[in-house]
């Protein structure tokens, strides 16, 4: 009903989010942000590390979630310890030669002492041949398959789904800062969580997104990719079951 949200807002966020998510209900609907039960990484927390006051400290990491279809995005984040640096980047409709030019374009004009310690490169698909390029031209490149075994294995179904709950903790823990990246922290209040049969979490997967969604969460991704360096580094563990809220 205000006066200064056009029928132009409302469609444009209903197109980009759809009309059952966070992101309608607050922006549009008006109501208030809650911690809902089956969503991953709750919209409050992103909207309060976005206005959250820190300095940046720690070594800088890049995570490139590369496009597998012509309608999806290759999304670059750039995170410290305890911050996002700067808005995600984001192309489209090029090759894996053409998106490892771009990245190393990214790389060069980048100063020295903001350059990355390592840039993790999902390698599922065509993700490989960017990985590998970087890697022939000197960059340190990791590569990452989100759909290998997570390092708490009888806890998560699978490395994207310990990613993005790592994410979740990294948000929890409130001395951290979201740069202001308004599709970032929409996509990361987008997916749901489920149990499988065995007792472990499951986060919604982007072609189960698509079907209550118009966007894929290819930004929020790439910052998930962000976290697969410290995931590598601990390597398999086995916990005690824990309850929710400690994962």
């Known amino acids: ?6 029928q132009q807002f ?3 966020i209903a197109h ?15 109501d208030f942000p809650s911690a809902e039960d089956d969503v991953v990484i709750p919209l ?12 940046p400290f720690g070594p800088i990491v890049w995570g490139v979630d590369v496009a597998r279809f012509g309608v999806d995005r290759t999304t670059l984040v750039k995170r410290c310890d305890n911050a996002t640096l700067e808005k995600h980047k984001a192309w489209g409709g090029v090759d894996t030669m053409q998106t490892a030019g771009r990245i190393y374009a990214e ?8 350059r990355p310690i390592t840039i ?15 890697a022939e031209i000197g960059l340190p490149v990791s590569g990452v398959n989100v759909a290998e075994e997570a390092s708490v294995a009888d806890q998560y179904n699978r490395q994207r789904d310990e990613l993005w709950f790592m994410a979740r903790k990294w948000l929890e823990k409130k001395h951290c800062k979201l740069a202001d990246d308004d599709t970032l922290i929409a ?19 982007k072609d189960e997104l ?8 290819d930004v929020a991704d790439a910052f998930c990719l962000t976290f697969a360096g410290a995931a590598i580094m601990r390597g398999p563990q086995s916990r005690e079951p824990q309850h929710f809220e400690d994962f």
């Open 210 to 217: 698509k079907k209550r969604y118009p966007q894929s969460p």
């Open 44 to 55: 409050h927390l992103c909207e309060a590390a976005k206005i959250r006051s820190v300095e």
């Open 16 to 30: 980009q989010y759809g009309r059952l998510s966070a992101v309608y209900s607050v922006r549009v609907r008006g």
């Open 10 to 12: 409302r469609e444009d």
């Open 107 to 114: 790389w060069l004009d980048t100063p020295i002492e903001q």
């Open 120 to 134: 993790l490169v999902d390698v599922i698909g065509i993700g490989a041949g960017v990985c590998d390029r970087l």
């Open 187 to 205: 996509e990361l209040s987008l997916p749901k969580y489920a149990f499988t049969s065995n007792g472990k979490l499951k986060v919604e997967s």
């Open 1 to 6: 009903d205000c006066p200064l949200v056009g």
